[in-house]
């Protein structure tokens, strides 16, 4: 079992960027797949961003293209979510998940492993 603890999340304008962090332990993730999923009030949770721990493609929601970046530091178990340009759209919780498979998935069931979510919240 992988324990996943977001961080990062707060109140922004629109325009502006934060950028979210989730510390991974327990296990070895050298055959994870990792993703960044939200859910805002009232909507289903939905997938963000994703890559494969060891590297190589990264994946993204048409809605965040060319404004989110995920990324991840294998030496501190971390994975990141740099957000920028951010819209009132963007408000939602928002949680890191792991998967025991090589291989991304934008859909929410086939992740294992979830962290308690951090809140990001963007003014208009």
């Known amino acids: 079992q992988v324990q996943l603890v977001e961080s990062g999340g707060g109140l922004v304008q629109a325009g502006g960027s934060l950028r979210l962090s989730c510390a991974a332990s327990g296990r070895t993730f050298s055959t994870y797949a990792m993703g960044w999923f939200r859910q805002a009030p009232g909507k289903e949770r939905e997938f963000v961003a994703g890559?494969?721990?060891?590297?190589?493609?990264?994946y993204y929601a048409d809605s965040v293209k060319g404004r989110f970046t995920i990324s991840r530091d294998n030496y501190k178990n971390t994975l990141y979510l740099q957000m920028n340009s951010l819209r009132p759209e963007d408000t939602a919780v928002y949680y890191c998940a792991a998967r025991a498979a090589p291989f991304i998935s934008e859909e929410a069931e086939m992740f294992s492993d979830w962290g308690q979510g951090t809140q990001v919240t963007v003014s208009s």
């Open positions: 890559l494969r721990w060891t590297g190589g493609r990264t």
